[in-house]
């Protein structure tokens, strides 16, 4: 009887949840699809991906090449791109985590003058649009002489970057238990050795989560790329690089799918890398108890 009920129970569940499975299922496949017809196309030649929709490929004759991919890696800069976007990205995601990781312990558990006050104009440079920023921000560049180089990006990035990454450690790292802080303290030991022995190994989940947002944005960049490094191609991100293909060889925009696809495997792997910290570093703060 109990057996029955079990398996009653969970026929219950199941039918229940239902149409929220399959509401999941139907955005699953809208986010899914558009990237599985990418993939498909980057390998059609270009007067089929012109003339016939990408679900055609699957029907006799094929016909898949690989010369999107080898025109894009061996005439296109994207592999001097790649290791630009790197250069870009790792420093562009370490320098604003590492700076929010300390001004967020500050902001949970120091105390000072005008600390709430500071925090809430960090929170509110969020609703400031980049855009508004742009122009004053490439003329102090420009008297710095630090358009057009890693450093200024490097600058860039972290202070865009700074408002969100501040605002979710702050929630974060502000739930940690009291006593924990408490123990330390009475043990002898300074914020500085609380930070780095205590908080840093706490807050994986977080920093991992922040990690992914940063990176993605940044290896995804074009605009704040496009502004503080211009036209330089010694310094170009890939997202720069993959914009420029068409102009560059006329009528080769059949090289965009291959340039966009080779673009996206990076961050995927990362985000399936470090997917086991993501949820836990969205929701933290947002529960207490």
């Known amino acids: ?37 990418l993939f498909v196309s980057s390998f059609r030649p270009a007067h089929l991906i012109l003339s016939t929709g990408w679900w055609k490929a699957f029907k006799s004759p094929f016909a ?19 290791i630009n976007s790197l250069l870009i990205s790792i420093p562009a995601t370490v320098m604003p985590i590492l700076i929010a990781a300390f001004a ?12 709430d006050f500071l925090f809430l104009l960090v929170v509110g440079l969020l609703v400031v649009p980049i855009q508004m920023t742009l122009i004053p921000v490439l003329m102090l560049f420009n ?21 969100f990454a ?7 790292i502000g739930e940690l238990p009291e006593e ?3 123990s330390a303290h009475l043990d002898g030991a300074s914020h500085y050795t609380v930070f780095f022995k205590l908080v840093l190994p706490t807050s994986v989940p977080a920093l991992s989560s922040l990690a992914i947002f940063q990176f993605m944005w940044v290896w995804n960049d074009l605009l704040v790329a496009l ?16 914009s420029n293909l068409v102009n560059s060889y006329g009528g080769g925009w059949e090289y965009l799918t ?3 696809f080779i673009s996206m495997l990076l961050p995927i792997v990362i985000f399936f890398s470090l997917q086991k910290y993501f949820v836990r570093g969205i929701l933290a703060g947002s529960v207490k108890g």
């Open 227 to 242: 502004i503080f490094l211009g036209g330089n191609p010694s310094v170009a991100p890939m997202p720069l690089t993959i």
């Open 166 to 172: 501040v605002y979710l450690l702050r929630n974060f």
């Open 1 to 37: 009887m109990n057996t029955a009920g079990a398996k009653h129970n969970i026929l219950v569940k199941i039918v229940s949840r239902g149409p929220l499975n399959l509401i999941i299922l139907l955005i699953c496949a809208a986010w899914l699809i558009p990237s599985f017809g």
């Open 104 to 115: 967020a312990y500050a902001f949970a558990w120091m105390h000072f003058p005008g600390r």
């Open 64 to 82: 898949f090449t690989l010369e999107n991919y080898s025109k894009v890696l061996s005439t296109a800069n994207m592999g001097r791109s790649f």
């Open 258 to 260: 291959s340039a966009a």
């Open 143 to 163: 008297k710095l002489h630090l358009t057009g180089t890693f450093l200024g990006i490097w600058i860039a990035h972290t202070g865009y970057g700074l408002p």
């Open 180 to 182: 924990m802080f408490e």
